[in-house]
Nanobody, 115 residues
Framework: QVQLVESGGGLVQSGGSLRLSCKAS????????MDWYRQTPGNLRELVAG???????NYSDSVKGRFTISRDYARRMTYLQMDNVQPEDTAVYFC?????????WGRGTQVTVSS
């Protein structure tokens, strides 16, 4: 069974940094693209960043140049390095992958940025 477990969220001051982690299990980690989404109350989840199995990355315009996604195949981990965070980055962040026609989500980790 595929499981994604996020960690690393918390309270950070505006302009600070935070690193989110996502541990994957039950999946051939070399195959799928791994993504980070975020969601605020009353809004749909939005894609923040993604990284393919070959390491190609993509970012939303709102985080480009501030966030960096990476993955460690040996540890089956996906990371989101968040630098120069802003209050508008406050959200629940979810790890996601799409594998064998199924969406898999973690339970999310809260990030709160104080101004």
């Amino acid at each position: 069974q595929v499981q994604l477990v996020e960690s690393g969220g918390g309270l950070v001051q505006s302009g600070g940094s935070l690193r989110l982690s996502c541990k994957a299990s039950g999946i051939n980690f070399r195959l799928p693209t791994m993504d980070w989404y975020r969601q605020t109350p009353g809004n749909l989840r939005e894609l923040v960043a993604g990284i393919s199995s070959s390491g190609v990355t993509n970012y939303s315009d709102s985080v480009k140049g501030r966030f960096t996604i990476s993955r460690d195949y040996a540890r089956r981990m996906t990371y989101l390095q968040m630098d120069n965070v802003q209050p508008e980055d406050t959200a629940v962040y979810f790890c996601h992958t799409f594998h064998r026609s199924t969406n898999f989500w973690g339970r999310g980790t809260q990030v709160t940025v104080s101004s």
